[in-house]
């Protein structure tokens, strides 16, 4: 495996956003599907917790969003040995490889808001690492909407025996008016590649955030998700993994931080679709002040899923009475052959430990702080890249 920088003096580009044929004749065939969906309700099972009946789609403008993205560089010698990251418009209309993975496993069924990226995506990376090669520098994607949607397709397709770090940071300019992101990123982990794959999110309190981030593994394969939910007046995140392949391995930490009015929904989705595959997944999460959250976390393993090893555990702090969370975690089994459980605890600061840290001089303010960093410590802890680990430090203190 050959090792190599990905940057180019740690230089940012911006990335072009010029529309694609292919994808504007996708979008025209998508667009009845998205129309003839109605809006998910409060008792539909993947939707439980989290009420949507105030968000009018209609209202915004998806035609015309405005999203900047900057990307990290390639190296020349990663562009000669067939490495490309580029916009997906630009990759749809020039690379096969886009085009194979398109769509292949997002798939609209049903989902209102699948549907809505598949009719009107607009901006999003294509990224495409060949085989055999283990970059050393993370590669940096940054998202930021000026305007009143954004609507962004992204595909991630590391080939067998590569290896990358991938960050993805999600943001957006207040605008004073309600803001509408919608995201699908593809993530194809093939046979024995690796990929530890930052994924965070900071809204104002103006924004509805939808996004799913499906990644399927290949044998011998390897995906490490570590995410981070902040702010958002509807804050959705959806990762869903797909073992496909024998041998393969997902850990999945997240964080998530509610404050004021905010709504946090965060949801795992594990699906052993083979013999032989091992998931591990720790979600924690804090709520300040009216702030709500739901978890969900399923583990799902067919008959085909054998000698399946498969954990998950929610942790969710309470700072404050009129916080409200909830933890669904479930497992849907038809081997006889695993073993997979799962844990989750919701449970309120207990004021005796702000009165001790009172009574050593802290203000209220500082010993909550306090609290809330020490919750998530260990969680920070196990992320592996140390500049993750100290960003995420940063955005809990705020």
Not at 94 to 108: G, M
Request: overall charge negative.
């Amino acid at each position: 495996m050959e090792q190599q920088t990905v940057i180019k003096a740690k230089k940012m580009a911006e990335l072009n956003q010029n529309q694609s044929t292919f994808a504007a004749n996708r979008k025209e065939e998508a667009l009845a599907k998205f129309e003839s969906i109605p809006m998910p309700k409060e008792k539909d099972e993947e939707w439980r917790y989290t009420n949507i009946g105030k968000l009018k789609i209609e209202e915004f403008d998806l035609n015309q969003p405005k999203t900047n993205i900057e990307t990290t560089a390639l190296s020349q010698y990663l562009a000669e040995k067939g490495a490309i990251l580029t916009d997906i418009n630009t990759a749809l209309d020039k690379y096969p490889a886009a085009l194979n993975y398109f769509f292949r496993n997002a798939k609209v069924g049903n989902d209102k808001f699948a549907a809505l990226n598949a009719s009107h995506f607009n901006h999003g990376i294509f990224l495409y690492i060949p085989k055999n090669i283990e970059i050393e520098e993370p590669i940096r994607v940054k998202f930021e909407t000026g305007g009143q949607s954004s609507i962004i397709h992204n595909i991630i397709v590391v080939e067998s025996n590569s290896k990358i770090d991938f960050i993805e940071e999600y943001s957006n300019k207040e605008t004073g008016q309600e803001q509408l992101n919608s995201c699908i990123t593809e993530v194809y982990s093939n046979n024995g590649s690796k990929i530890n794959f930052y994924h965070i999110n900071s809204w104002t309190k103006n924004v509805y955030n939808f996004t799913n981030i499906i990644g399927t593994l290949e044998r011998n394969s390897a995906i490490s998700w570590v995410s981070g939910c902040f702010g958002g007046k509807l804050n959705r995140l959806v990762i869903d993994t797909i073992f496909s392949g024998q041998g393969s391995q997902a850990n999945n930490l997240g964080i998530f931080l509610g404050k004021g009015k905010e709504h946090i929904d965060f949801t795992t989705n594990m699906h052993h679709n083979t013999e032989n595959t091992t998931n591990d997944v720790l979600v924690d999460g804090m709520l300040r002040d009216e702030s709500s959250s739901v978890y969900r976390g399923l583990i799902k393993i067919p008959k085909e899923g054998q000698k399946t090893n498969s954990y998950l555990a929610n942790h969710i702090l309470k700072l404050g009475e009129k916080t409200l969370a909830n933890s669904i975690p479930s497992l849907k089994i038809d081997a006889n052959d695993v073993k997979a459980s799962h844990g989750a605890t919701v449970g309120q600061i207990d004021e005796e430990h702000l009165f001790y840290l009172m009574s050593r001089g802290l203000s209220r303010d500082e010993a909550e702080r306090l609290i809330i960093e020490g919750f998530f410590e260990p969680v920070i802890q196990k992320i592996p890249l140390e500049e993750l680990r100290e960003r995420i430090r940063g955005m809990v203190r705020r």
